[in-house]
């Protein structure tokens, strides 16, 4: 940064690039707590697939990771769209190549593809439909029982459908480096340290956390359940960025980060969506980079089964 900008005029100088270029910021629940704020719209994917899809912004500054900005870029074609660092990736993207999984989908003629909105384009590109964790059951359970599918790229995800569907659905080997973390022990004992505090935990932690969950969904549906309900302490198994607006809904409850296996942690942070700071967000507007950028072809393939998800979604009402 040329400017030595910080704190409020920092915040004063991102609302004033973002009137002068006509731009949207939309971020994950993932994010810093002073990125969200600084958000026009703070949602999950689904969410912000959502509203990419309509905004009338001229460019679209996707704080979270890179498969995000490739979803709002496929959507919004003839929109810039921006993210504030290029590096912020996604473990669970990463574990899905998409060489590897389109040979494993020809190994396997007359499935269904059903992938997770955390690929990149170009395994969206070898899909029938993206779902997300807010609609996976719902997409799941429109496609006939006997429906052959193949759910890529997470494996707890897909086990946690498989579950509570009764599909057996076959399942591409990949997770979330966040989610597999959570450590079963330490939850429990958590637990007898806040005996009134109920379980929330999102369907890509392991099959033994969301057995003693008290309730299992997206960060957008553990978010409302938890401003919903009237108990008064939540352990969240998250990314704990989730916790800034559980918090800002819900100033007078309790809310205890899950901790993972790693014993100097507290908490669970996705290391790819905390690359994204203030300072790059400023920088990301002023300069508009880094764009993100789909080829065209991948595009043309991967926006039918985004486009599909949407459509099943408002038509399921999510």
Same mark, same amino acid.
Request: proline share 5%; net charge negative; with cysteine.
């Given at each position: 940064?040329?400017?030595?900008?910080? &704190?409020?005029?920092?915040?004063?100088?991102?609302?004033?690039?973002?009137?002068?270029?006509?731009?949207?910021?939309?971020?994950?629940?993932?994010?810093? &707590?002073?990125?969200?704020?600084?958000?026009?719209?703070?949602?999950?994917?689904?969410?912000?697939?959502?509203?990419?899809?309509?905004?009338?912004?001229?460019?679209?500054?996707?704080?979270?990771?890179?498969?995000?900005?490739?979803?709002?870029?496929?959507?919004?074609?003839?929109?810039?769209?921006?993210?504030?660092?290029?590096?912020?990736?996604?473990?669970?993207?990463?574990?899905?190549?998409?060489?590897?999984?389109?040979?494993?989908?020809?190994?396997?003629?007359?499935?269904?593809?059903?992938?997770?909105?955390?690929?990149?384009?170009?395994?969206? #590109?070898?899909?029938?439909?993206?779902?997300?964790?807010?609609?996976?059951?719902?997409?799941?359970?429109?496609?006939?029982?006997?429906?052959?599918?193949?759910?890529?790229?997470?494996?707890?995800?897909?086990?946690?459908?498989?579950?509570?569907? &009764?599909?057996?659905?076959?399942?591409?080997?990949?997770?979330?480096?966040?989610?597999?973390?959570?450590?079963?022990?330490?939850?429990?004992?958590?637990?007898?340290?806040?005996?009134?505090?109920?379980?929330?935990?999102?369907?890509?932690?392991?099959?033994?956390?969301?057995?003693?969950?008290?309730?299992?969904?997206?960060?957008?549906?553990?978010?409302?359940?938890?401003?919903?309900?009237?108990?008064?302490?939540?352990?969240? #198994?998250?990314?704990?960025?989730?916790?800034?607006?559980?918090?800002?809904?819900?100033?007078?409850?309790?809310?205890?980060?899950?901790?993972?296996?790693?014993?100097?942690?507290?908490?669970?942070?996705?290391?790819?969506?905390?690359?994204?700071?203030?300072?790059?967000?400023?920088?990301?507007?002023?300069?508009?980079?880094?764009?993100?950028?789909?080829?065209?072809?991948?595009?043309?393939?991967?926006?039918?089964?985004?486009?599909?998800?949407?459509?099943?979604?408002?038509?399921?009402?999510?």
């Amino acid at each position: 940064m040329s400017e030595n900008l910080s &704190g409020i005029h920092l915040k004063d100088a991102i609302v004033s690039l973002k009137k002068e270029k006509n731009a949207v910021i939309l971020a994950h629940y993932y994010q810093t &707590g002073e990125i969200q704020d600084m958000a026009d719209y703070v949602g999950d994917s689904l969410a912000l697939a959502q509203w990419a899809s309509k905004t009338a912004a001229d460019v679209i500054v996707l704080c979270g990771v890179h498969f995000m900005g490739e979803t709002a870029k496929i959507l919004s074609p003839d929109k810039k769209v921006l993210v504030p660092d290029l590096n912020a990736g996604c473990s669970l993207a990463d574990s899905c190549p998409a060489e590897e999984f389109e040979k494993f989908v020809k190994e396997h003629p007359g499935y269904t593809v059903i992938s997770y909105v955390n690929t990149t384009a170009a395994v969206k #590109a070898l899909t029938d439909v993206v779902v997300t964790s807010t609609n996976a059951k719902q997409i799941v359970d429109s496609f006939p029982k006997d429906t052959p599918i193949i759910f890529g790229p997470d494996r707890n995800l897909g086990n946690y459908i498989n579950s509570i569907t &009764g599909r057996n659905m076959l399942l591409w080997d990949g997770a979330c480096h966040v989610h597999e973390q959570f450590s079963l022990e330490k939850i429990i004992a958590l637990k007898a340290t806040y005996p009134q505090a109920l379980i929330l935990a999102h369907p890509e932690c392991k099959a033994p956390v969301l057995k003693i969950a008290d309730y299992v969904g997206s960060t957008a549906a553990l978010l409302k359940y938890a401003t919903a309900s009237p108990v008064q302490e939540f352990i969240v #198994a998250t990314e704990s960025g989730i916790l800034h607006e559980m918090q800002k809904k819900n100033p007078a409850k309790t809310f205890i980060p899950a901790p993972p296996n790693d014993s100097t942690c507290a908490c669970n942070e996705c290391n790819f969506m905390r690359l994204n700071t203030m300072e790059k967000l400023y920088n990301c507007l002023k300069y508009e980079i880094p764009e993100i950028f789909v080829d065209k072809k991948v595009a043309e393939k991967a926006v039918k089964p985004i486009r599909k998800m949407l459509e099943l979604s408002e038509k399921l009402g999510l």
